[in-house]
């Protein structure tokens, strides 16, 4: 059904859609420059710091994301922000780095019901 290539041009791009959710995940694009047409204006991706990949090549792991300009101190954007379109650019190094490890991709999943076991260690206790 074109799901897995489709999952494969996404990952391509540097960007992971969540299902269900309106977040793309942002991670490093295997590719130094891409541009996809969204919206009126389209989106350029571009990167600092990119190597070639090989199979034997070195991991590249994201030190810093900019969009439009602006730092982008989380792990994510939004469809919004996809869809105005502009430029994300995403500096790459061989090591990985501190960026956006503060801040976690919201979830509209509501939180679990707490086992059964631990409603009874609840009850029990004074």
């Given amino acids: 059904s074109g799901g897995l290539s489709s999952w494969y041009v996404w990952a391509s791009l540097g960007l992971f859609p969540v299902a269900g959710q309106h977040l793309f995940l942002v991670n490093a694009p295997s590719w130094r ?3 996809i047409d969204v919206g009126a204006t ?3 991706i571009d990167t600092s710091g990119f190597i070639e990949p ?4 070195p991991a590249q792991y994201v030190q810093s994301v900019s969009l ?3 730092p982008l101190d989380r792990s ?3 469809a919004e922000e996809l869809h105005v379109g502009g430029r994300l650019h995403v500096v790459l190094g061989p090591n990985p780095s501190a960026w956006a490890t503060t801040t976690r991709p919201p ?3 509501p939180s679990p019901e707490p086992s059964r076991l631990a409603r009874l260690r609840q009850e029990a206790s004074p």
């Fill in 54 to 57: 090989t199979a034997d090549g």
């Fill in 107 to 109: 979830s509209v999943s």
């Fill in 68 to 70: 439009n300009g602006e």
């Fill in 33 to 35: 420059r891409s541009h």
């Fill in 42 to 44: 389209g989106l350029a």
């Fill in 76 to 78: 994510w954007i939004t």
